[in-house]
């Protein structure tokens, strides 16, 4: 087959460029991206050669070599793994559509600094393309196990590549840069020097499973020394804590992470007994930007016996968990296990329980002694841990008991529900809060008038999820927990509150009007009632006590679910001015259509206040704009 040259897409192109031209102060990380592309290759060889007894591969020794050439200028990763096929190489190598570039190119611009702009090559599964960083030219030559053609690749990043088949070529890939002059000034290293090279591997690939070996260079006489494996391979989750540096666990977790930040909590688990198994999880320190990505790959790393059996094994833990990551070592799976077994086994079952608790008390101990570190950890995963209130009721305590909301205690300090009901004055039976899309647009929301007046705590949930897990937890230690935009409150008296024969003659005197905007309203709401939760706003909505929210309502539709438009209550504040006018208007004219449309505007006024959107947006423009041209 002939030698066949294709271009780049332009996404590819643009990615390149970025790597010719050094955007990232620290060049070393191409060493550890090449070195963990062939690790996994040889998991991958090592898993096949085990489900598959008739596969024609050479699985006697398994490693990694390292050769460098001083004279050419050139550093090979070398691997005898699973190899790729010609069309492989074109669809992995060639193109790299399916690598999520153009999110990379995003992010990349958005990164405020340089260790940040780094940590994107692993993120972003673009190491291969890390290579471009130190070398002008990349030579890329694979044979996939148990095929007999081999391919060979080559491009010097100027928006080509091409393509050859050969016959010649060993088992495995081998990628050969050909490297830049040395820059010290541009943190370009001599890639050629040895001692370099042994300082990379021991920094980032000390505890890949299988040997990294440096081919000795020749001496005088053209006698090359034997190989020298260069990383402990131990793993790190078989090990005691005290034997392992901190240090050694950041770079796993980097590692199988695919982050430049250190964790926020490394957790360690070793379970005995009769089903054997250890763990290594981690908590990021920062969320991931497609967390709520409905195709974000979460899960942990599963290894039987210390064989790689599978990445993002989901089953490992629930999904309000898919934040952590990590390995599991067991020593009881069948190595030829799959992903549909998996979820069907009662012992992944049980290690996704122990591990769920262990992660769950990890971070209760984070808010007990470390309130800094539970405040990064809430901040970024909150929302999503919060997930488990509504689809993991076993562990439905656990998680409330490590969920805290911003309330109208504090501006910034963060409360948990123990700390709200000690805080209740005697006489209130209820934890009040209130959902909406921010904590500026609720705070300032009418139906927190009578509450803030009073002095009474409201918990402020700005998260979709709290739309949810609010009605599936219903109540906390006994006190129960009630919107304040749902049903009627009933809130402790004050010394200069109408008592109850006054209440009456209010309601006697605005019935009539009440009545008669819940005709002309019909279509909108379901009753109009005097307000006991307003003191400065003349109108809101508010939904009755069993109804769905309409942020709830909008949720369920955007998920394909048709529910029932839900007509809501009007509450008006017998005490403000433009309600007082409305009545007596009432009272004193027969003809009352035109206070129509000053019912009308009273409801749409309702609705902008909650961060609504009137029904008829232009009808309520031009009636403000008759209003306010008539006060001229």
């Known amino acids: 087959m002939p030698t066949e040259t294709f271009e780049f897409q332009v996404e590819a192109r643009q990615l390149l460029q970025l790597m010719i031209h050094s955007v990232y102060s620290n060049k070393d990380v191409f060493l550890r991206e090449l070195v963990s592309n062939a690790s996994d290759a040889l998991d991958k060889l090592r898993l096949a050669a085990l489900r598959d007894d008739t596969l024609d591969a050479d699985v006697s020794d398994l490693h990694i070599e390292l050769e460098i050439d001083r004279d050419a200028r050139t550093l090979t990763v070398r691997d005898n793994g699973v190899g790729m096929s010609y069309d492989e190489v074109g669809q992995l190598i060639g193109t790299i559509a399916n690598s999520g570039t153009a999110e990379f190119l995003r992010e990349l611009k958005e990164a405020q600094d340089a260790a940040g702009a780094e940590g994107l090559i692993g993120q972003f599964g673009i190491g291969f393309y890390s290579g471009f960083m130190v070398a002008d030219e990349v030579t890329l030559l694979t044979r996939r196990a148990g095929e007999r053609q081999g391919t060979r690749w080559c491009s010097r990043g100027e928006g080509t590549y091409t393509l050859e088949a050969v016959d010649d070529a060993p088992q495995g890939t081998s990628v050969t840069?050909?490297?830049?002059?040395?820059?010290?000034?541009?943190?370009?290293?001599?890639?050629?020097?040895?001692?370099?090279?042994?300082?990379?591997?021991?920094?980032?690939?000390?505890?890949?499973?299988?040997?990294?070996?440096?081919?000795?260079?020749?001496?005088?006489?053209?006698?090359?020394?034997?190989?020298?494996?260069?990383?402990?391979?131990?793993?790190?989750?078989?090990?005691?804590?005290?034997?392992?540096?901190?240090?050694e666990y950041h770079e796993l977790y980097k590692h199988i992470g695919h982050d430049w930040?250190?964790?926020?909590?490394?957790?360690?688990?070793?379970?005995?007994?009769?089903?054997e198994y250890q763990a290594?999880?981690?908590?990021?320190?920062?969320?991931?930007?497609?967390?709520?990505?409905?195709?974000?790959?979460?899960?942990?790393?599963?290894?039987?016996?210390?064989?790689?059996?599978?990445?993002?094994?989901?089953?490992?833990?629930?999904?309000?968990?898919?934040?952590?990551?990590?390995?599991?070592?067991?020593?009881?799976?069948?190595?030829?296990?799959?992903?549909?077994?998996?979820?069907?086994?009662?012992?992944?079952?049980?290690?996704?329980?122990?591990?769920?608790?262990?992660?769950?008390?990890?971070?209760?101990?984070?808010?007990?002694?470390?309130?800094?570190?539970?405040?990064?950890?809430?901040?970024?995963?909150?929302?999503?841990?919060?997930?488990?209130?509504?689809?993991?009721?076993?562990?439905?305590?656990?998680?409330?008991?490590?969920?805290?909301?911003?309330?109208?205690?504090?501006d910034d300090t963060p409360v948990t529900l123990k700390q709200y009901v000690e805080r209740m004055p005697d006489g209130q039976e209820d934890i009040y809060y209130i959902t909406g899309e921010?904590?500026?647009?609720?705070?300032?929301?009418?139906?927190?008038?009578?509450?803030?007046?009073?002095?009474?705590?409201?918990?402020l949930l700005t998260d979709p999820v709290d739309e949810v897990w609010t009605d599936a937890v219903g109540e906390y230690e006994g006190k129960r927990l009630r919107s304040v935009a749902k049903g009627e409150v009933d809130l402790p008296a004050r010394e200069d509150d109408r008592d109850e024969g006054e209440r009456e003659k209010q309601a006697e005197a605005y019935a009539a009007l009440l009545g008669w905007m819940r005709e002309r309203l019909e279509e909108d709401i379901k009753e109009v009632r005097l307000s006991t939760r307003l003191t400065v706003s003349p109108a809101c909505l508010v939904?009755?006590?069993?109804?769905?929210?309409?942020?709830?309502?909008?949720?369920?539709?955007?998920?394909?679910q048709e529910v029932p438009r839900t007509r809501r209550i009007l509450?008006?504040?017998?005490?403000?001015?433009?309600?007082?006018?409305?009545?007596?208007?009432?009272?004193?004219?027969?003809?009352?259509?035109?206070?129509?449309?000053?019912?009308?505007?009273?409801?749409?006024?309702?609705?902008?206040?909650?961060?609504?959107?009137?029904?008829?947006?232009?009808?309520?423009?031009?009636?403000?704009?008759?209003?306010?041209?008539?006060?001229?």
């Not at 001692?195 to 021991?202: L, P």
């Not at 439905?396 to 805290?404: F, K, Q």
Request: hydrophobic fraction near 40%.
């Open 438 to 459: 921010s904590r500026e647009s609720i705070d300032s929301s009418p139906h927190m008038e009578a509450f803030r007046e009073r002095g009474i705590e409201v918990l």
């Open 177 to 247: 840069l050909h490297l830049k002059p040395a820059d010290p000034d541009n943190q370009l290293h001599d890639y050629t020097s040895v001692w370099k090279i042994k300082e990379i591997i021991k920094r980032y690939s000390d505890f890949i499973t299988w040997p990294v070996r440096l081919v000795g260079e020749k001496s005088e006489d053209g006698e090359a020394a034997g190989p020298e494996t260069l990383n402990s391979m131990k793993a790190l989750w078989a090990r005691s804590r005290e034997e392992v540096s901190e240090e």
């Open 261 to 275: 930040r250190e964790p926020l909590e490394t957790i360690q688990l070793q379970a005995e007994g009769t089903f």
């Open 280 to 410: 290594l999880l981690f908590v990021p320190s920062h969320a991931p930007h497609d967390l709520f990505n409905q195709n974000f790959r979460h899960g942990l790393q599963l290894y039987v016996k210390r064989v790689f059996i599978m990445d993002d094994c989901e089953a490992l833990l629930p999904p309000y968990l898919r934040f952590v990551k990590g390995v599991v070592d067991a020593q009881d799976l069948s190595l030829n296990v799959s992903r549909e077994i998996l979820q069907q086994d009662r012992h992944i079952r049980m290690m996704q329980r122990r591990l769920t608790k262990k992660v769950l008390a990890s971070v209760k101990s984070m808010m007990t002694g470390d309130a800094e570190r539970y405040a990064t950890f809430w901040r970024e995963f909150g929302a999503v841990l919060k997930e488990g209130l509504v689809t993991d009721p076993d562990n439905r305590d656990a998680v409330l008991a490590v969920t805290s909301f911003a309330s109208t205690h504090g």
């Open 571 to 632: 509450e008006l504040n017998a005490d403000h001015a433009l309600v007082k006018g409305l009545n007596e208007a009432y009272g004193e004219r027969e003809d009352r259509s035109d206070l129509t449309e000053t019912a009308e505007l009273l409801y749409s006024l309702a609705v902008l206040a909650e961060g609504g959107r009137p029904k008829d947006p232009a009808r309520f423009v031009r009636q403000m704009a008759d209003r306010l041209e008539r006060t001229l």
């Open 543 to 560: 939904a009755d006590a069993n109804d769905l929210s309409p942020a709830l309502e909008n949720m369920y539709r955007a998920m394909g």
